[in-house]
């Protein structure tokens, strides 16, 4: 059955990193010593070493090894092998970009829909929806297909940021995004405020964390839902 | 000689449609009767129709008809026998795709750079840099390049937002995407705030409007030039 974590964002604020998410993590990996971690994103552009030296930090304090995904000369037989995954944050496009030229977006799915653990933050959680259409990065790289593992029927907007009403900028709100969105798809989309995150296990698919999230449906009005909500979205 | 203008926004602040540009639209369009308005970007998903007839209000005002460039039997020929084009804000993911799928990319950068004068306003300035890998879009639809028209040798960031001291979120700035994308890619980027625009004259680029724009260069600190800078960007 599956057992997934797709959390907001990777650290809160002024907080160490996976700091919010330590306790949430040692359950997900719990028996686990080893994992495979997915650097592709590469946050403000830091190399695959260093990002799987920032992650190996975390972990060697709960006690599970890291490799990074990019050190295996056989990358798909790495994943099939993997005792769990995590794959981090960083630019969505260039994760996608990278795991479909390797053909490892399906075999990730296959791992993860096997039962093995997955954490993703960010990018890493917006590969767990049907499709990266709702991701907020730049288009960096042009990756051959824009879709993702499926791991939930809908997708997710990481970071989601409510409209600030004092603004004075007229760049399009995130609601505003998801709406030209839901013009031209179906796809339920769930924006999930940072300090939140996605938990599935086996069928059951909950948001958890310390906020609401915020569902948009086509051709409705988005709703709120609390932390420990099923997410059960009905299309129109 | 190339006639251009590409504008951050095509609105400021609680002001009217293109209001703050009015008298630069009037230079530009000087002895137009008639524009092509190309409406496919779709601001908040709103119809072709819609958008054409908000653009029309504005131009009514200063002697200039409209017609939406969706409403040709051929589009092609249409932009070729235009007197002027203006290509409105909105998504541009999905602005790139209509004109990639009815080849009309090519076409309209052989019109613009044949002389006939041309207005972009965000998503439609987007489209005349290199590629619309600077965008700040959501990719809500899969086009099938990134490529653009390249009136310029360097890319637009739109929207420009410079990064927000007191935010507790953490999602990237627009700074940290940039940098991101000169780990990958060598063209320049130009930050263009609200209220400020590029015009183009012939081989002439110059920044305009109220504000400083940002340079960003691969592998170089940004910086800033004044409103009236000659756009002359070196590689390193």
């Known amino acids: 059955m599956k057992n997934v974590i797709l959390a907001s964002t990777s650290s809160l604020f002024g907080e160490a990193y996976l700091a919010y998410l330590k306790s949430e ?4 990996f719990q028996g686990v010593s080893e994992l495979i971690f997915v650097p592709y994103a590469r946050p ?5 070493d260093e990002y799987t030296e920032k992650v190996a930090g975390f972990f060697e304090a ?11 000369e056989a990358p798909a037989e790495a994943l099939r092998n993997a005792e769990a995954v995590f794959t981090g944050g960083g ?13 490892l977006m399906d075999v990730l799915k296959q791992v993860v829909s096997q039962g093995r653990p997955y954490l993703g933050t960010s990018a890493g959680s917006n590969i767990g929806g049907v499709n990266m259409q709702n991701t907020n990065d730049m288009p960096i790289v042009y990756p051959p297909a824009f879709s993702t593992m499926g791991l939930i029927p809908f997708n997710l907007n990481a970071h989601y ?14 609601e505003t995004r998801i709406k030209e969105f839901h013009v031209l798809n179906q796809i339920p989309v769930l ?11 086996g069928d059951l698919i909950t948001t958890e964390g310390q906020f609401s999230s915020r569902v948009f ?12 909500t099923v997410c059960e979205f009905s299309l129109i």
């Open 217 to 228: 449906l086509p051709g409705q009005q988005p709703y709120e839902i609390e932390p420990g």
């Open 62 to 72: 709960i006690g599970i090894r890291v490799k990074g995904l990019h050190d295996f």
């Open 161 to 174: 940021l409510d409209p600030d009403p004092n603004s004075k900028h007229n760049g399009e709100t995130r």
């Open 25 to 28: 993590v040692e359950t997900l």
């Open 91 to 103: 630019n969505t496009f260039l994760l996608v970009k990278q795991l479909h030229e390797q053909d």
């Open 191 to 201: 924006g999930l405020r940072e300090g939140s995150w996605i938990r599935i296990k």
């Open 44 to 48: 403000g552009g830091i190399s695959h």
